[in-house]
């Protein structure tokens, strides 16, 4: 078996110039969080509030912590104070949640909008049109505390590759097509897709930031 740092190192050196890695660390012990710390990596992904929450209170507070999970309403504000991304906004309400557990602690935090590519019914996420309905509300104009930097997606839980890179070629035209939005609260740069399985796919189809878990950490039981 390959160690957390050597995985990581193998990995990054695939990884063109352009693409951002999170670590996603879910379920693993801070020990092994520490050693891919100790091999460079700054940001980590996890996908419970109050799991993140532990580990940001421990850790070294140099790191970047992203949200890759479903959140939910009442847990944002354990996590408003030093969360640095949230990928998985999927509705406008948890987005003006965001944004005034953003404004106690004088802060701006970055959300992606999850856009639904995936023909699974378990997967959430918004239809485009969603998210160009929520860029065109004057609500979302008044919302000073938070920044939309892009979009995010899961392809379906599948061996067909055909259909996955369908699915990312959909996330990939969304983010195209919202891009030439112009607003305050909108800086797109952030194509969020790709796991282990099938991050070299999503990096062909546009994306820019890979959420990698088990190659890096191994299986999580
Ligand atoms: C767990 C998880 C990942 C990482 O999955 P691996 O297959 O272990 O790389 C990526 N994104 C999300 C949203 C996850 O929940």
């Not at 957390?4 to 999170?22: F, H, R």
């Amino acid at each position: 078996m390959t160690s957390i740092s050597e995985n990581l190192k193998n990995i990054k050196s695939t990884l063109p110039e352009q693409v951002t890695l999170v670590a996603v660390s879910k379920t693993k012990p801070v020990s092994d969080l520490m050693e891919a710390y100790e091999a460079g990596q700054r940001i980590f992904g996890e996908n419970k509030i109050q799991e993140m929450a532990e580990k940001h209170e421990i850790m070294p507070k140099d790191i970047e912590w992203h949200m890759i999970g479903h959140v939910q309403r009442n847990k944002v504000k354990y996590m408003a104070e030093f969360v640095s991304l949230i990928h998985g906004v999927d509705n406008f309400k948890l987005l003006k949640e965001i944004n005034k557990q953003a404004e106690k602690h004088e802060r701006t935090i970055n959300c992606l909008l999850q856009i639904k590519i995936a023909s699974e019914d378990s997967k959430f996420g918004m239809t485009l049109s969603d998210a160009e309905a929520i860029f065109q509300s004057e609500d979302f104009s008044s919302l000073k505390n938070i920044k939309v930097t892009g979009v995010m997606g899961m392809a379906t839980f599948t061996e067909n590759e055909a259909q996955i890179k369908n699915e990312f070629n959909s996330l990939k035209s969304a983010f195209d097509s919202l891009k030439n939005i112009e607003h305050p609260n909108f800086k797109p740069e952030t194509i969020s897709m790709g796991m282990s399985g099938d991050y070299k796919l999503a990096i062909a189809c546009g994306s820019t930031m890979v959420r990698v878990g088990s190659s890096i950490f191994g299986h999580r039981s």
